[in-house]
């Protein structure tokens, strides 16, 4: 992470907020503002909880047809950033949170940052219904795993059986 961003998040765009909230008071009135601030709260909400489910259901669709499941979890993550936004009182940071809802937003920011981000998957595949073999993977049936104590484990103390 860049250090100037620290400064501007927690310096610069709370100012501008403050700023935009005294202009939009003055326009519109006290009571209309802090209505449009509980109103994109609550929009965020409903959005994160409606655009979250539907993304669950596409990655649930992209699993069974084998495709990996990177574009779900960056799209994801971004609608989860979108709601906090919407949630933070602020005018500025609600433009961005719906800005991020759009789908077109999404993918135009995932082109301008992916190339620096890498996203991980677990090896699981879908056709197969197994985690491939990579070296990094330990795959267990069921009668390599038991729930039970074992006797020989130098873990438990004699006499507790």
Aim: glycine share 12%; net charge neutral; no cysteine.
């Amino acid at each position: 992470m860049r250090i100037w961003i620290l400064p501007l998040t927690f310096i610069v765009l709370p100012a501008l907020e403050i700023a935009t909230f005294i202009t939009v008071g003055r326009a519109i009135g006290v009571l209309a503002t802090l209505g449009l601030i509980f109103l994109t709260s609550l929009a965020g909400i409903m959005l994160l909880r409606a655009q979250g489910l539907g993304l669950l259901e596409r990655l649930r669709q992209g699993l069974r047809a084998g495709e990996g499941p990177e574009a779900p979890m960056v799209h994801g993550a971004m609608i989860a950033m979108a709601g906090l936004l919407l949630i933070i009182p602020g005018f500025i940071t609600d433009a961005i949170g719906f800005l991020l809802f759009i789908p077109a937003v999404r993918e135009f920011a995932w082109s301008l940052i992916g190339r620096r981000i890498v996203v991980g998957s677990s090896s699981y595949q879908a056709s197969t219904g197994h985690a491939s073999r990579d070296g990094k993977t330990i795959d267990l049936d069921a009668e390599d795993y038991s729930s039970g104590p074992n006797p020989s484990s130098p873990w438990l103390k004699r006499g507790e059986d």
